[in-house]
């Protein structure tokens, strides 16, 4: 994120003090989604409300690391972004949402009942770029919104790539389209751009405490949890460690496993299973030292873009 933001006249102009609900922002790739959303949630807070920001991308996150979404609750009055209140993350398990779009509309849903149960009137989500009809991006958008049930959705388009979506929504009495043009300064990343910057999410992520060394192995007897969707361990592959409601605790990285001794050792943050239930492997390999990913499953990359 580019530290000067322009801010056009048509978002100086937004009555913030009147939205409330869920708000979400949809648009392709690059359209400028995260740096509005952002935005609309700073001038929230400093409106005082209480507000959660929502980061729906699991590719090009910005609240926490790749292969995830996240929900940071705003401290009232405090703009600070990220948000400083309390957060919880939810495991999609690759960083586009092709092939994994029910495990992103699930944790979309269960970050938002997170919200909701901390009293938040306002959450702003800020959605992946996939909307290439195609590639089921529309109809992802689609369902989000049966799910979410958004009171308005700010549309970011070039030109004219939502509409199929937006037609039918303009006519609803529940939910209001605010159509914004893309800021000049919004850039479009490459697919080594995105790359890198995920890396360096997963790199924020693992890096151990101080720099430079490394974590200390975690050794999990995985034959006392839960394994979704099943006890399928490869090297380097990328999980998640759960609580009993599906919240991500924290990510590891598989360095080895005993299927005998029914043992897995993982690079992760976490020092201890404290409140893990499960264990929930993603379809992504993680170099441990470049933390550069690729997908597991070839039947969900083949010919594929990376919209990640
Ligand atoms: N209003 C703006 N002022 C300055 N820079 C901007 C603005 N909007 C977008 N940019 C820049 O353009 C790039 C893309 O913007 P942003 O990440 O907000 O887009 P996005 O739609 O969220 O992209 P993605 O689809 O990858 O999530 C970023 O480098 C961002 O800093
Ligand atoms: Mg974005």
């Known amino acids: 994120m580019e530290t000067h933001v322009e801010v056009p006249r048509a978002w100086e102009q937004l009555a913030v003090e009147r939205l409330r609900g869920t708000l979400l922002v949809i648009g392709a790739p690059d359209v400028g989604k995260t740096t509005f959303a952002r935005y609309l949630y700073q001038r929230l807070c400093e409106a005082a409300r209480c507000v959660a920001y929502l980061d729906g991308d699991p590719g090009q996150s910005t609240l926490g690391p790749p292969a995830t979404i996240g929900l940071s609750v705003g401290v009232r009055g405090d703009a600070a972004f990220p948000p400083k209140g ?11 949402p092709q092939g994994h779009m029910l495990p992103l509309l699930v944790g979309a849903s269960r ?3 997170a919200a909701r149960a901390q009293g938040v009137d306002t959450i ?12 089921g991006g529309l ?20 030109a004219g790539e939502l ?64 394994v979704y969707p099943a006890p399928r361990f490869v090297l380097h592959g990328l999980l998640a460690l759960e609580d009993r409601d599906g919240y991500t605790l924290g990510l ?44 597991l499953l070839a039947k969900h990359s083949g010919g594929a873009a990376d919209s990640g």
């Open 86 to 96: 309390p957060s919880w993350r939810s495991f999609v398990g690759a960083v586009s």
């Open 111 to 113: 970050l938002e009942r």
């Open 124 to 135: 702003v989500y800020d959605t992946s770029g996939l909307v290439d009809p195609g590639q």
């Open 139 to 158: 109809a992802l958008k689609q369902a989000e919104i049966d799910l979410l049930r958004p009171s308005v959705v700010f549309a970011i388009q070039r």
């Open 163 to 226: 509409e199929s979506l937006l037609v039918p929504l303009r006519w609803s009495s529940s939910v209001r389209v605010i159509d914004l043009c893309p800021a000049p300064l919004a850039r479009q990343r490459d697919v080594a751009a995105r790359q890198a910057h995920r890396a360096e999410g997963f790199a924020r992520y693992f890096a151990s405490p101080g720099g430079g060394g490394t974590w200390p192995v975690l050794m999990v007897d995985w034959g006392r949890l839960a």
């Open 252 to 295: 590891g990285i598989v360095f080895d496993a005993d299927f005998r001794e029914k043992r897995v050792e993982l690079y992760t943050p976490l020092n201890s299973l404290a409140g893990v239930d499960a264990l929930r492997l993603g379809d992504l390999i993680v170099d441990p030292r470049t933390f550069r990913d690729h997908r």
